[in-house]
């Protein structure tokens, strides 16, 4: 089975602190995603990567920025948090497959709240 | 990719096939449409995806009408560890696309 790993469950950071959220897939899969859940807004994507040292930006991609140096491990950084930032981060692994629609693997989230 | 409307919620006795509606009227012809859900703190989970013709797998059937404009999701046989929101997506046949996702649909199986 795929697992997706995120390194915390549950973060609490101050207001103007640098956050780094990490996640790792153990399936060698090309396309990893971040997205953030929110209540009555469904999920929202911030940023995806379809390769190592690529990204692209999903709907709301401000005050946020991603580094995948390596094609396991895709990290979403917060460069200065903010108090409407608190929210749950989901991360999502699936693979480039030519042939079938790969579905999303996802992790169980980490509930960052800042303060 | 083309929007979906789903209904806030719906309740289902255990036990009883639980069928779940998606309205997509504007799909494409090389669209897909998937369904994933989400139980209370856990990342959502895929359940099954379809073009044309009905799916079926271990966990559920997918009816897609022969327009293309709805679809429906079956839960044979509901258990209570089926409580969830179940997202219906539509996107483009490319693998491994970004999903958007919406306000899905609360699912509340009681016995």
């Known amino acids: 089975d795929v697992k997706v790993t995120q390194s915390s469950r549950y973060l609490v950071k101050r207001t103007g602190e640098k956050v780094f959220l990490e996640c790792v897939q153990d399936?060698?899969?090309?396309?990893m995603f971040w997205y953030r859940q929110d209540p009555g807004l469904g999920l929202r994507l911030i940023y995806f990567?379809?390769?190592?040292?690529?990204?692209e930006k999903g709907d709301i991609p401000e005050g946020y920025s991603v580094s995948r140096e390596k094609k396991e491990r895709f990290s979403l950084i917060l460069e200065s948090a903010s108090t409407n930032q608190t929210s749950m981060y989901l991360c999502?692994?699936?693979?480039?497959?030519?042939?079938?629609?790969?579905?999303?693997?996802f992790g169980n989230g980490t509930r960052l709240t800042v303060t | 990719d083309a929007k979906t409307t789903q209904p806030p919620s719906m309740d289902c006795a255990e036990g009883r096939a639980a069928n779940l509606p998606c309205n997509h009227s504007t799909i494409s012809g090389n669209e897909y449409v998937y369904w994933y859900r989400q139980i209370h703190s856990q990342g959502p989970q895929y359940i099954i995806h379809?073009?044309?013709n009905n799916e079926t797998n271990e966990m559920a059937s997918l009816i897609i009408t022969e327009d293309r404009k709805s679809s429906t999701l079956i839960l044979p046989h509901a258990t209570l560890r089926d409580t969830a929101v179940y997202y219906c997506?539509?996107?483009?046949?490319?693998?491994?696309?970004?999903?958007?996702f919406g306000k899905g649909t609360t699912l509340s199986v009681s016995s």
């Open positions: 399936m060698d899969h090309e396309n």
């Open positions: 379809g073009l044309k």
């Open positions: 990567s379809y390769d190592v040292k690529m990204k």
């Open positions: 999502a692994s699936s693979s480039r497959s030519l042939v079938f629609n790969s579905p999303l693997h």
């Open positions: 997506i539509v996107t483009l046949n490319q693998a491994g696309t970004a999903l958007i």
